[in-house]
């Protein structure tokens, strides 16, 4: 059957990005041979199979052995609604702890939410979207589908803790993949900014990796704010700074302290490249996340960077683009990691 084929140190980022984008198949169990790691996945379409290379993965055939876990939930989803219903139906979910979110019409969503907990044991509640992220802090509705009530979930991802309150500050565990790719990236000792910093998973997964580092985190929302402190202590991220209010705020104060900025804000990032300049050392990279046209989604944000930069006497240089995930069926999220540097010829420079 169909696997993914991984070298043992880059197999936890390919797991996790598997797992956000549920194309691991949990019928079977992953193995060992060598120096790779093997997971089993279910079929890709396309589109899927180009995302799936672009991890570090090798798309490969091998037997693996099945799992005596729960019966495939598209499969008892089949079973539930039929095929002609099952086609309409919404083929996958969000998984935080012990919760699962799904976007479905009311017509199938109970069908929907007893196929995902007859095949996750684990799985105790099922809420649906009730609506679009909106608003100021990004926060979106939800209502209740079956199981427990309420809304507070803890997540683990990456050896980390998070916990929230899911209708009062924004999260998506399908950026478990990019939190642990730019940690990955980052040095212990530098000096980090996570802008809208959220609950804290960018910051904490961070400071937790990289104990030598100073990571400030910056979140206007209160709720989020407080929902961060927690998640602070919970992991010990002592070289966590969590700061409350607008990012401009605090753009003096840090002013040239970054080596490295994160920018999660993929409708308004635009909007704060002056931020991240005012607050960047020299060679500082930033990850910057937007939107934009499926066709052709870099084209718009590497011209506006390029421009904005160029204006300021400063150099940059691209060093990764990617398409993070599916925003509409127009439009995708996509991530840039850049480096600003002076023009000006340093020492360093000289010497090379």
């Given at each position: 059957m169909l696997g993914i084929r991984v070298n043992k140190k880059g197999a936890e980022a390919?797991?996790?990005?598997?797992?956000?984008?549920?194309?691991?198949?949990?019928?079977?169990?992953?193995?060992?041979?060598?120096?790779?790691?093997?997971?089993?996945?279910?079929?890709?379409?396309?589109?899927?199979?180009?995302?799936?290379?672009?991890?570090?993965?090798?798309?490969?055939?091998?037997?693996?052995?099945?799992?005596?876990?729960?019966?495939?939930?598209?499969t008892l989803l089949l079973k539930r609604i039929g095929k002609k219903g099952y086609e309409d139906a919404i083929k996958s979910f969000d998984l935080i702890g012990n919760t699962a979110i799904i976007g479905s019409q009311p017509s199938t969503e109970r069908a929907i939410a007893e196929a995902i907990m007859d095949a996750n044991p684990k799985v105790t509640r099922v809420i649906s979207k009730a609506g679009a992220v909106s608003g100021r802090y990004r926060t979106r509705n939800f209502h209740h589908v079956a199981g427990e009530r309420g809304y507070s979930v803890t997540y683990a991802e990456n050896n980390i803790r998070i916990s929230m309150d899911i209708r009062k500050a924004f999260f998506s565990p399908r950026l478990a993949y990019e939190r642990k790719r730019i940690s990955d990236l980052a040095k212990d000792g530098e000096a980090v900014v996570v802008m809208f910093a959220g609950v804290g998973p960018f910051a904490i997964l961070l400071a937790k990796e990289h104990p030598h580092s100073k990571v400030v985190a910056i979140e206007l929302n209160m709720e989020a704010y407080k929902y961060m402190l927690d998640n602070v202590t919970l992991n010990k991220a002592l070289n966590v700074t969590p700061l409350h209010g607008d990012v401009r705020r605090f753009s003096k104060k840090y002013g040239g302290f970054a080596d490295r900025i994160l920018m999660p804000l993929p409708k308004d990032s635009r909007d704060f490249i002056d931020v991240a300049n005012s607050m960047s050392a020299d060679r500082c990279v930033i990850h910057y996340y937007a939107f934009g046209p499926k066709l052709n989604p870099y084209s718009k944000p590497m011209s506006d960077i390029k421009s904005f930069f160029a204006a300021k006497g400063k150099r940059v240089k691209f060093l990764f683009k990617r398409v993070v995930r599916q925003y509409s069926p127009t439009d995708v999220e996509i991530v840039l990691d850049f480096e600003i540097s002076s023009k000006r010829k340093t020492r360093r420079d000289q010497l090379r």
């Amino acid at each position: 059957m169909l696997g993914i084929r991984v070298n043992k140190k880059g197999a936890e980022a390919v797991k996790a990005y598997l797992k956000a984008h549920k194309l691991l198949d949990k019928q079977h169990y992953v193995f060992s041979r060598g120096a790779f790691i093997y997971f089993p996945i279910l079929p890709l379409d396309e589109q899927v199979e180009r995302k799936v290379r672009l991890i570090g993965g090798t798309l490969t055939k091998a037997a693996f052995r099945r799992s005596s876990r729960s019966p495939d939930y598209r499969t008892l989803l089949l079973k539930r609604i039929g095929k002609k219903g099952y086609e309409d139906a919404i083929k996958s979910f969000d998984l935080i702890g012990n919760t699962a979110i799904i976007g479905s019409q009311p017509s199938t969503e109970r069908a929907i939410a007893e196929a995902i907990m007859d095949a996750n044991p684990k799985v105790t509640r099922v809420i649906s979207k009730a609506g679009a992220v909106s608003g100021r802090y990004r926060t979106r509705n939800f209502h209740h589908v079956a199981g427990e009530r309420g809304y507070s979930v803890t997540y683990a991802e990456n050896n980390i803790r998070i916990s929230m309150d899911i209708r009062k500050a924004f999260f998506s565990p399908r950026l478990a993949y990019e939190r642990k790719r730019i940690s990955d990236l980052a040095k212990d000792g530098e000096a980090v900014v996570v802008m809208f910093a959220g609950v804290g998973p960018f910051a904490i997964l961070l400071a937790k990796e990289h104990p030598h580092s100073k990571v400030v985190a910056i979140e206007l929302n209160m709720e989020a704010y407080k929902y961060m402190l927690d998640n602070v202590t919970l992991n010990k991220a002592l070289n966590v700074t969590p700061l409350h209010g607008d990012v401009r705020r605090f753009s003096k104060k840090y002013g040239g302290f970054a080596d490295r900025i994160l920018m999660p804000l993929p409708k308004d990032s635009r909007d704060f490249i002056d931020v991240a300049n005012s607050m960047s050392a020299d060679r500082c990279v930033i990850h910057y996340y937007a939107f934009g046209p499926k066709l052709n989604p870099y084209s718009k944000p590497m011209s506006d960077i390029k421009s904005f930069f160029a204006a300021k006497g400063k150099r940059v240089k691209f060093l990764f683009k990617r398409v993070v995930r599916q925003y509409s069926p127009t439009d995708v999220e996509i991530v840039l990691d850049f480096e600003i540097s002076s023009k000006r010829k340093t020492r360093r420079d000289q010497l090379r």
